[in-house]
T-cell receptor, first 110, second 115 residues
Framework: SQQGEEDPQALSIQEGENATMNCSYKTSINNLQWYRQNSGRGLVHLILIRSNEREKHSGRLRVTLDTSKKSSSLLITASRAADTASYFCAPYNAGNMLTFGGGTRLMVKP | KAGVTQTPRYLIKTRGQQVTLSCSPISGHRSVSWYQQTPGQGLQFLFEYFSETQRNKGNFPGRFSGRQFSNSRSEMNVSTLELGDSALYLC??????????????FGPGTRLTVT
C-alpha cells in the first residue's frame, strides 16, 4: 500500500483567499481521494478523482491530478472560516487499503 | 440514510484491561475499515473487513483484532491495553465491492483513554 504526503503541513490564510494543498504519492493509482477532518471528529469525503481524470470540481473545490508526476492538488476558492480543518489525501491502488498521510492543517482567519 | 455510528463515543480504561468498540456501517455497505488516530502517529490503518472476511490488515500487534458480522456491523477489540493505545478510533464504511475502492464514510469515532 502507499500513502499520500501532503504539503504544506500547515497553512494559514485570510477569509476570502484561496488555499492550495498538494499531495504526492509513489506508485500507480486507480483513484485518489481527498478528505476533511474538523478537530477531533470523523473524516468527511470531499472528492474522488480517477486516474484517467485530470481535473474535477465540486462547489468551491477544485482537484487536479497529474499521474506522470504522481501528484494531486486541492484548491479551495474564496475560503471561509468554516473551512478551517485538516485535509488529507488518500491515493488508492487496486487490492490495497486506503491509507492517509499526515494531512495539511488549514487555518482560515476571519 | 443513517450515517456510520460508533459506540461508545468515549471510553476510559485502565492499563491491562481489554476493550471492544462497535461500528454500524451505512445500510447496504459491506466494507468496514478501522483507523487509529493519534497526535504523534496520525491516521493509521488497522484493518478492513468485507463480507465478514478480513481483507487487509495494517501494521499493528496481535492485541488488536476485529470481526464483522453478517449484517456488516463490525467490532474491534484491543486486549491488554497500553497507555499508547489512547487514541481516537475511527470506523469507515464503503460501498466498495471486489477490488474497487470508493469513497469512505466515517463515523464520529470512539475516544479511548487508557490510564
Amino acid at each position: 500500500s502507499q500513502q499520500g504526503e501532503e504539503d504544506p503541513q500547515a497553512l494559514s490564510i485570510q477569509e476570502g483567499e484561496n488555499a492550495t494543498m498538494n499531495c504526492s504519492y509513489k506508485t500507480s493509482i486507480n483513484n485518489l481521494q481527498w478528505y476533511r477532518q474538523n478537530s477531533g471528529r470523523g473524516l468527511v469525503h470531499l472528492i474522488l478523482i480517477r486516474s484517467n481524470e485530470r481535473e474535477k470540481h465540486s462547489g468551491r473545490l477544485r482537484v487536479t491530478l497529474d499521474t506522470s508526476k504522481k501528484s494531486s492538488s486541492l484548491l479551495i476558492t474564496a475560503s471561509r472560516a468554516a473551512d478551517t480543518a485538516s485535509y488529507f489525501c488518500a491515493p488508492y491502488n487496486a487490492g490495497n487499503m486506503l491509507t492517509f498521510g499526515g494531512g495539511t492543517r488549514l487555518m482560515v482567519k476571519p | 440514510k443513517a450515517g456510520v455510528t460508533q459506540t461508545p463515543r468515549y471510553l476510559i480504561k485502565t492499563r491491562g484491561q481489554q476493550v471492544t468498540l462497535s461500528c454500524s456501517p451505512i445500510s447496504g455497505h459491506r466494507s468496514v475499515s478501522w483507523y487509529q488516530q493519534t497526535p504523534g502517529q496520525g491516521l493509521q490503518f488497522l484493518f478492513e473487513y468485507f463480507s465478514e472476511t478480513q481483507r487487509n490488515k495494517g501494521n499493528f500487534p496481535g492485541r488488536f483484532s476485529g470481526r464483522q458480522f453478517s449484517n456488516s456491523r463490525s467490532e474491534m477489540n484491543v486486549s491488554t491495553l497500553e497507555l499508547g493505545d489512547s487514541a481516537l478510533y475511527l470506523c469507515a464504511s464503503s460501498s466498495a465491492t471486489g477490488l474497487a475502492r470508493y469513497e469512505q464514510y466515517f463515523g464520529p469515532g470512539t475516544r479511548l483513554t487508557v490510564t
